[in-house]
C-alpha cells in the first residue's frame, strides 16, 4: 500500500504496478450513508480491491453503470467500461460494514482464482530472520506444519492447493489461510512483516 501512494504523489510508476482491475465489495447507489448532503446531490459510489496490490478504494462509476458485489471491474489505463475514475484510496476503518463482512470472501475467491501466483508463496517462502520463517506468518501454520511443507517442497515443488493438501496432512483450505493474512495486512496496516502488501 506504501508503494501506491508512492506511486501516486510521484505521478509515474516508479517500478511499483497500479492496479488495473477491482473487485466491488459494495455499491452504494445514493452515496456514503454518512454524507449529509440531499440525496439529489449524492453520487453513486463503488467500494472495491485491487486484485493486485489488495489497494482498498472508492471508486466512481459511469452514468447509468451499476455494478454488483464480487464484480471484476477494469480500472486501468485507456477507456473503462463500467468505472469513470478512482477517487481516492481507502483504509479499512473507512468500509462500509457490507464491505467489511465480504472482504474475507471476495480474498478468498481472488486468492482462488489467481491460484498459480498464491501457489508459489508456499513453493518459495525463505527464513525471514534464524527464528522466523515467511511459513510462520501464515494463520494456522505452526512449527510442525511449516516442518512438513518444508519436508514436502524438498522432494519437488506443489503444483497446486490440491496437490499440497495431499501431501501436506493437516493443511487444509490454503486459500482460506493466504485470504486470512492478506485480510491482516490490510486491517493492521503497522502489521511487522508483510507478505502480501508492499
Known amino acids: 500500500m ?14 511499483k504496478k497500479r492496479e488495473t482491475y477491482a473487485r466491488v465489495l459494495d455499491f452504494l447507489p445514493y452515496g456514503h450513508p454518512d454524507d449529509s448532503r440531499p440525496v439529489y ?10 486484485e493486485d496490490k489488495f489497494v482498498l478504494m472508492e471508486l466512481s462509476p459511469k452514468r447509468d453503470k451499476t455494478v454488483v458485489v464480487y464484480e471484476r471491474v477494469y480500472i486501468g489505463e485507456g477507456e473503462r467500461e463500467v468505472i469513470d475514475h478512482v477517487i481516492k484510496r481507502l483504509r ?21 482464482d489467481d491460484e ?39 522432494k519437488g515443488e506443489f503444483s497446486d492447493f490440491e496437490d499440497l493438501t495431499k501431501r501436506v496432512k493437516g493443511l487444509h ?23 502480501f502488501i508492499s
Open 2 to 15: 506504501k508503494g501506491y501512494v508512492r506511486e501516486r504523489k510521484g505521478g509515474k510508476e516508479n517500478g
Open 41 to 50: 446531490q449524492k453520487k453513486p459510489l463503488v467500494q472495491a480491491i485491487g
Open 92 to 112: 479499512y476503518t473507512e468500509l462500509t460494514p457490507t464491505a467489511k463482512m465480504e472482504l474475507p470472501f471476495l480474498l478468498e475467491k481472488i486468492v482462488k
Open 116 to 154: 498459480k501466483k498464491f501457489i508459489r508463496i508456499f513453493n518459495e517462502a525463505k527464513p525471514i530472520t534464524t527464528r522466523l520463517h515467511t511459513l510462520d506468518l501464515l494463520p494456522g501454520i505452526g512449527k510442525k506444519l511449516m516442518w512438513a511443507i518444508l519436508e514436502e517442497r524438498r
Open 173 to 195: 483450505h490454503p486459500e482460506r489461510i493466504i485470504a486470512k493474512r492478506i485480510e491482516e495486512e490490510i486491517i493492521d496496516e503497522d502489521v511487522k512483516y508483510k507478505i
